[in-house]
């Protein structure tokens, strides 16, 4: 059975960093774009982050431009997001989805993770 897998969430003072991975298993993830997207409580499903299938193309939302890095390795069937300097409004949950073409809108994305929760307290 195909599926996505997010790990790497948990617990992080402000001004921590945290690398979540996402893991394809059943299929590759080879030749998708992989996106990151976040949710936190009361809020609307957010874009925090994409990278197109080989890496070349990457976005990122203005909240998290110059915090976060998305890199992918293919050998692995994982794609990683690092988060650095982690402020408190960067709590939610967060969630890789994969899309046929490089988008970074939601409904446009086919395959979805069940989510790693991210605590940024101190």
């Known amino acids: 059975q195909a599926q996505l897998a997010e790990s790497g969430g948990g617990l992080v003072q402000p001004g921590g960093s945290l690398r979540l991975s996402c893991a394809g298993s059943?299929?590759?993830?080879?030749?998708?774009?992989i996106g990151w997207f976040r949710q936190a409580p009361g809020k609307e499903r957010e874009f925090v982050a994409v990278?197109?299938?080989?890496?070349?193309?990457?976005g990122y939302a203005d909240s998290v431009k110059g915090r976060c890095t998305i890199s992918r390795d293919d050998a692995k069937n994982t794609v990683y997001l690092q988060m650095n300097t982690l402020k408190p409004e960067d709590t939610a949950v967060y969630y890789c989805?994969?899309?046929?073409?490089?988008?970074?809108?939601?409904?446009?994305?086919?395959?979805w993770g069940q989510g790693t929760q991210v605590t940024v307290s101190s």
């Open positions: 989805a994969l899309a046929r073409y490089y988008t970074h809108y939601p409904n446009q994305f086919n395959y």
């Open positions: 059943g299929f590759t993830l080879e030749y998708d774009t």
């Open positions: 990278v197109n299938w080989s890496g070349s193309s990457t």
